[in-house]
């Protein structure tokens, strides 16, 4: 073994050890009821606030991907039809994946700079990535 070998072995000793979970950020699971024929989240205000967003913006892209009305007040999201749990904890996670989380350095510290002609542009506060997300 050559020496630019053994130093190179003793460099990756030296080296600290990577860790394999990215990121400890975790997307909020939605509290569903359904009473009827409404589906309500009762902590859309929680979920916002984890993404730094406003209720409306969450609600426009639900009412998008659900294609049913929705209404907000202080606290809870009421969507004017019948839709299940799981679909509901899976459009919130996509609506994370798409906008919320970072897609170079996967933090969720970003913020929409731009939204013009059918496109939203995110900017990610940690590593100054942008990117342009095509609005659903």
Request: proline share 4%; aromatic share 6%; glycine share 2%.
């Amino acid at each position: 073994m050559s020496d630019y070998e053994q130093l190179l072995d003793k460099a990756f000793v030296l080296l600290p050890e990577l860790s394999v979970e990215k990121a400890d950020f975790k997307v909020p699971e939605p509290d569903v009821l359904i009473q009827g024929n409404k589906t309500i989240i009762k902590n859309i205000s929680q979920i916002a606030d984890t993404a730094r967003r406003t209720k409306d913006e969450i609600a426009k892209y639900l009412t998008k991907e659900l294609a049913a009305p929705i209404t907000t007040d202080d606290q809870r999201l009421t969507i004017l039809a019948k839709i299940s749990t799981n679909t509901i904890n899976e459009k919130i996670k996509r609506y994370f994946e798409l906008y919320i989380i970072c897609k170079e350095c996967h933090k969720p510290d970003t913020h929409v700079q731009l939204v013009d002609r059918g496109y939203t542009t995110i900017v990610c506060e940690a590593c100054g990535a942008k990117y342009t997300v095509k609005n659903s």
